[in-house]
């Protein structure tokens, strides 16, 4: 049974890091990509793709809001994938959500319907 746990959320401040970590048990090398997500605080809004990826060669893919202060990567040996979080601002207070595909894309899909497992969430609040 294929699990994700993520781990690691806070308040911190703005200007502050935090990392944040997913393990993924059960089947993990059957991911091709794995992402994080987030969903900011109000009524309906969508999960919004923060970072992607790829589990085979790691390549990666950055939201514009997110591009040059945050990194994803993996640990193969821990079967955990972090999102090392830098420069915080208020707009990053959301929560965090870390998911994962097994279907095969040609590149790192940004779609939340494109990804069949999804961890709780985890609440990162930056504070002015």
């Known amino acids: 049974q294929v699990q994700l746990v993520e781990s690691g959320g806070d308040l911190v401040q703005t200007g502050d890091s935090l990392r944040v970590s997913c393990i993924v048990s059960g089947h993990s090398s059957s991911f091709s990509i794995m992402a994080w997500f987030r969903r900011a605080p109000g009524m309906n809004r969508d999960r919004q793709f923060v970072?992607?990826?790829?589990?085979?060669?790691?390549?990666?893919l950055y939201g514009d809001s997110v591009k040059g202060r945050f990194i994803i990567s993996k640990d193969d040996a821990e079967n955990t994938v972090y999102l090392q979080m830098s420069s915080l601002k208020p707009e990053d207070t959301a929560v965090y959500y870390c998911?994962?595909?097994?279907?095969?894309?040609?590149?790192?899909?940004?779609?939340?319907?494109?990804?069949?497992?999804w961890g709780q969430g985890i609440q990162v609040t930056v504070s002015p």
């Open positions: 998911a994962g595909t097994m279907q095969s894309y040609s590149s790192i899909v940004t779609a939340p319907t494109s990804y069949q497992y």
């Open positions: 970072a992607g990826l790829t589990w085979s060669d790691e390549r990666s």
